[in-house]
């Protein structure tokens, strides 16, 4: 059974920094990419940033560039987005997904519907207080 479990969020003060953990388990991890996206209350689901598994490319969504790093550990199976100068719009359910490398990089810099991914994870709640 595909699995993919966030954890790591909370409440911080903008400026602050936050780590992200999306945790994988029943699919061959090193062979796919993994993407981070959020979604704000009375907002659609965007993308934020993704990690090829298998060659180590990552990509950003403008809104988070600069700020957000997302990071593989292949041993773990784990994903991670370290999120730095944090700021009241970045609050929202952050969620982990998979699906075709094409796909998941398209829904983070190309506008792709995000109904083209395989699989999701429960979400993980951040809250940005300014």
């Known amino acids: 059974e595909v699995q993919l479990v966030e954890s790591g969020g909370g409440l911080v003060q903008a400026g602050g920094s936050l780590r992200l953990a999306c945790a994988t388990s029943?699919?061959?991890?090193?062979?796919?990419?993994i993407g981070w996206f959020r979604q704000a209350p009375g907002k659609e689901r965007e993308g934020v940033s993704c990690i090829s598994n298998s060659d180590g490319s990552t990509y950003y969504a403008d809104s988070v560039k600069g700020r957000f790093t997302v990071s593989s550990d292949k041993r773990k199976k784990t994903v991670y987005l370290e999120m730095n100068g944090l700021k009241p719009d970045d609050t929202a359910i952050y969620y982990c997904g998979t699906g075709d490398h094409v796909d998941v990089v398209g829904t983070i810099v190309g506008g792709r519907s995000l109904a083209v991914l395989w699989y999701w994870g429960q979400g993980t709640q951040v809250t940005v207080s300014s």
């Open positions: 029943g699919f061959g991890f090193g062979d796919y990419t």
